[in-house]
Each structure stands twice: as structure tokens, then as C-alpha cells.
């Protein structure tokens, strides 16, 4: 009998996340398959799984678009997201992390960590979700459970909590060791529930020894396991996994599980770990907010006043699909709703349960719950919705810079208007598109944070709009930075125009920073008003906008404001940020500048044959190689290559490898560019 009564003690919301080809769709389509959500098998590499449901999904054979679906299992509702796991579309994982409450994250049993694993690990970590760890295609060649979960202890540096030993290996694998309750679960060929059934005796010792393990590790980390431990020199069954579930909510501790998702096996214990150890709304601290500098804060309330979060905006043909995580209060269909951002009203037309891209229509939806609505105009991804009388804005998720831009221009002149609306509702649906006019050519630049970014957003235009486009060679989004400073600079404004004039008088210093800006004042007498420095910094940031090598935004750097003069009627705000503006620009044109462009670890996987082909490809795109490991005939190959080498870099290892050649690449920063590309640039 439940203890708590509470209904949102018994919702979960969780992600799945993973690195490309690590078997998330695969996990979801089986979770929704064992809950009775379907009654048929989807396959990715068949295009028919419910949450790839979008053509390029289909064509490509990974996730770009986070689909949301809803389930049952053991009386609690599952609100489930999957995530895309190619980095090009990292930041729709930063808004689905932002909403979520847990997370399970899928590794491969013979990759282990890979790059974007540990991408998409570090992004939960800093929105502080909770994960359990499922060890994926463990009836593959090669696969070992205990490789993986060393590298999880060594790249990601969590504890493993391994609760699971595995039956049999690669195509032996049949059933897993529940060490928690020391019993088996056996999945017969052909069968998709599991049988319990007692330990095999051959692993009897075995999974005593790693039951021990993992009772020492639970007892190393949480005080009250220590005491049982200590008393009676083991852990009881109910001890322990209380004792993994404060671990997981607190994050001292990951679960780890193993399976094939595939073959559909070790599905039903990872559904029980999602529910025993992963936190409920309840669970989690109240969302906060502040509204006009005052801050708030919501708990997951049904009868609380209303707060939600939109993360995501999709344009379908029968209308505009918001996505929202509700935090706290009650929405019906017909209410009235207030979007703090852009301070208006809004009505809700209708409420929907998601099941990726089909719907049922709900009356209503509460605190806890995660669903589309139909009727909100003004709403963007990162909008606070809430009561009209108990405003508050919760902290949008963030987005990150566009790193890689193309032109884009209609091939028939008339389709002109027709894709400059269709530009801005891809960019209205996914923030991390960013659409400008180039003011030097007037052609229309479409920006996003990788080539297949790029080119999953052009095909978009052509199968939902039904524009045909030219797309030009995909352009790198360079930096510029300061490489050797300059003191002393002095900057006079002065304009008389017949009217008031204007005046300011500075001395700047400009120094490198290992990145981002800073200004300070170090002004002494009060020769330069306060109200006059802010007006100086305002204007040196606008003069970050377009350094001097190439117009490129402007980094690492600090400024400090030494001296100054003021005139009795002639200074003002607006002199004194315009002379920031144009002091700054003068200084940076003084400075020894550094043009800095985006570079990525790449992590290529071929066979051992290949690998001093992939080796010379790399160094002749100015790659640094930094580990090459083997295993099992296969060559990993990681290297740190500049961004704009990588264009075209698919279809060129395919070609070096007869096809057999993978890589996956990640940016990590900017790096100074040498002399022949700054020159291009």
C-alpha cells in the first residue's frame, strides 16, 4: 500500500539522452512498447518509431527534433523526452533538461563514454538532474559491461552504483542479476517479459562478490546505509535501495543497468529504476522566478497560482504547438494566461497529451505535467507563463552562439517574402537558428551551430514550406581577440552641430583576458560622473559587435577607464557611450589582434587498415591528433581540428574507408588561426 497519496508523487519526467547511434530511440520505442502505449515494435533503421517521426528523422536514420510521450507503469505516469544525440543539435537538449526532472542516460556496451555522452552528461550536471545509467547493445561484439562503467568512472566522475550482472555475453546475453534483490530475470527467445527465477548457480559467487561491492560503495556514501553496514556487516534489500535512491536524487551516486534494448531486454528493470530511485515533482526544489527584482518561488502545487515554462514552439499545419512544463497550478481550456516576457494575455485554446506527433485532447492540466498547448501567438521557447495575477519569469534556458553561417536565397525572385516568413518561424522554433541580413551584400545569412544544422533546416524550408533554395558554402563564425594590449590611449569627442554640443574626453587601457570582457574604472576624484562610466562601458560593449581584422565579434578582452574629462554643458550619457564606442575601436585598432576560429574534437572510428589514411586526411586539415586507441581490429582516432576543415569530412572518410568509417566531432572552443586563414578571413 502506498504511503503517499499525493498524485504527483506518482509522475515522473525524464529525458533520455545519449550519444548518437547509442540506442536512445531504440530504448524509448521498447519503454512505450512495455508499457502498452503501442502494440508494435518500431525499428529506427525501418523509419517507424514513434518518436522519429519526422521525414528527415526517417531519411537519416537519428534524432533531431526532442519528441515528447507520455506512459504508465506500476500506477505512476511517465512523461518521457527523447533527445537528439548529434551535437549539432545540443541545445535541444539544453531546453528539454531545462524542464526535466531526471534523466536516464544510454551508453553504448562497447563504445562506452563517447563525446557527446559526456556533452550531453555535463549539460545535466549543470542544471542538476538526476540520472540513472543504462549499459545499451550488450549482445553485441565486444560488448563488456565493466569497460563501460570504468569509463563512466573515469570520464564522467560520478560513483557507479552497478546494480545489475549480466547473463551470458554478446549473443549469449539473456537476462541480467538483480544484486539488489539477488534474483534473476531471464528473457526467453521470442518472449518480451522476463521470468524470475533464482541465481544461476554458476554466477552465484559472482554476484555475491559484487553485491558485496556495491553494498561497501552505498555505505561509503550515505550515513544511514554506514550504520546497517557497520551493525550488521551487510545491507538488507529495502536498505539498499532506499540508500541508491537518496544517491541518485542527491547525485553522490549513479544507477547503473545493462540490457539490449534492441532485443528488448532489460527493459522492465530499467522501468522499476526509473520509479524507484528518480525524483517525482515533489521531489525537486520549487521553481524560482523573480518579477520586478523581487524573487519567488513556486511549488508543485496543483492549487498554487499558475507558473509554466515554454520550451518548446512547433508550426504545424493545424496550428502552433506550445510545449510546456507546468510547475506549479491548474490550466483549463479557455483560461487566460499571462506571458511575463512580453507582458500580454493569452488565451489557452486547447490542451494536449503528447504522443510525438499525434495528440489527445485533456480539459485540463496540472502542476507536474508536461504538455502542448494551442492558442498562445506571442510565446517563444524560454517564455514564463502564469497567472494574470501572480506574475513571475522563470530563467530561460540558455542559447548558445551559432557557430557555422550560410546564405540563403529563394530560387524563384517571387518566393522572396514566402521564405523570409519561413526563415523566421524556423528561427521562432529553434532559438539556436539565427537569421540576419548580411549589410555588406544583402544577401540573407542563416546561422546555427553545424553544417548538418544547417542543412537539416534547408531541407525543412523545401518539405514544409515548399521553397527551393540556393544555400551557399557553409562560412565559420570567427573571433577576434586581443594579443598584445596598448595603455594610455586617448580619445576626444567633440561635436558642435549648432545646437547643444557634445563632449567626452577619456584615456583607455587595453589589456588581453583568457576570455569573455570585463571593464572597470579606475578613475580617482570623481573626473568622470558615475552615471558617465556606465555610459563609457555601454559604449565599449557596443564596439565588441565588429572588431578590426575583419569585423568579427570581439573577445577576451579588459578595458579600464584611467582618466577623463568632463565639459560643464556639453557632456552627457550619450557622449560619453558614443565616445566609448569609438575610443574602444581606435585602442583596438592600436592593439595586436588575433583572429580566433571555432575548433572541434573529432573522434574517428575505422578499421585498423584505414587508420594512416585517416591520419594523413587529418593532419592536411590542420588536425592535432591527441589519442589513437584499438580494439578488436577497430582504430579510435581522436584530434582537435579546426571547424571550417570539417566541411565535406563525411563523405571523405567514407571514401578513404570503403564506407566503413564513422566520426563524430564536438566544438570546445576557439583557437588562434594562422596567418593564411586570418588573411582570408
Known sequence: ?????????????????????????????????????????????????????????????????????????????????????????????????????????????????????????????RHGVPRIAFVNKLDRAGADLDTAVDSIRRRLHPAPLVVQLPIGAEDGFTGVVDLVRMRALVWADGSDTAEHTRVPDELLDEARRRRRLLEEAV????????????????????????????????????????GSAYRNRGIEPLLDAVVAYLPSPLDVPAVRGTYDGTEQERAADPAAPFAALAFKVNATPTGRLTYVRIYSGTIEKGDTVWDAGTRRAERIGRI????????????????GDIVAVVGLKSARAGSTLCAPGHPLVIEPPGVTEPVVSVAVEARRTTDADRLASALGRLAEEDPSLVVRTDPETGQTVLSGM????????????????????????????????????????VFRYVKQDGGAGQFAHLVLDVEPLEAGFEFRSAVVGGRVPQEYVRAVEAGCRDALAEGPLGGHPVTGLRVTLTDGATHVKDSSETAFRTAGRLGLREALRACAMVLLEPVAEVTVTVPEDFVGGVLGDLAARRGRVSGSTTRAGTAVVTATVPLAELFGYATRLRSRSQGRGTFTARLIGHAPAPAATAARA
Open 219 to 258: 555505505a561509503e556514501l550515505h550515513p544511514a546505509a554506514l550504520e546497517e553496514f557497520v551493525d550488521r556487516e551487510s545491507l538488507s534489500a529495502d536498505t539498499l535501495a532506499g540508500a541508491l535512491r537518496d544517491l541518485t536524487r542527491s547525485g553522490d551516486g549513479v544507477v547503473v543497468l545493462c
Open 1 to 125: 500500500m502506498r504511503t503517499n497519496t499525493n498524485p504527483l508523487a506518482l509522475v515522473r519526467n525524464l529525458g533520455i539522452l545519449a550519444h548518437v547511434d547509442a540506442g536512445k530511440t531504440t530504448v524509448t520505442e521498447r519503454i512505450l512498447y512495455a508499457t502498452g502505449t503501442i502494440h508494435r515494435r518500431g525499428e529506427v533503421h525501418d523509419g517507424t518509431t514513434v518518436t522519429d517521426f519526422d521525414p528527415q528523422e526517417r531519411d537519416r536514420g537519428i534524432t533531431i527534433f526532442a519528441a515528447a510521450v507520455s506512459c504508465d507503469w506500476d500506477g505512476h505516469r511517465i512523461n518521457l523526452i527523447d533527445t537528439p544525440g548529434h551535437v549539432d543539435f545540443a541545445d535541444e537538449v539544453e531546453r528539454s533538461l531545462r524542464v526535466l526532472d531526471g534523466a536516464v542516460a544510454v551508453f553504448d556496451a562497447v563504445g562506452g563514454v563517447e563525446p557527446q555522452s559526456e556533452s550531453v552528461w555535463r549539460q545535466a550536471d
Open 352 to 367: 494536449l497529451r503528447v504522443q510525438a506527433d499525434r495528440h489527445a485532447r485533456v480539459d485540463r492540466a496540472v502542476a
Open 450 to 489: 553545424g553544417e548538418l544544422h544547417l542543412e537539416v533546416a534547408a531541407e525543412k524550408l523545401r518539405l514544409a514550406h515548399g521553397l527551393e533554395v540556393n544555400v551557399g558554402r557553409p562560412r565559420v563564425s570567427y573571433r577576434e581577440t586581443v594579443g598584445r594590449g596598448v595603455s594610455g590611449l
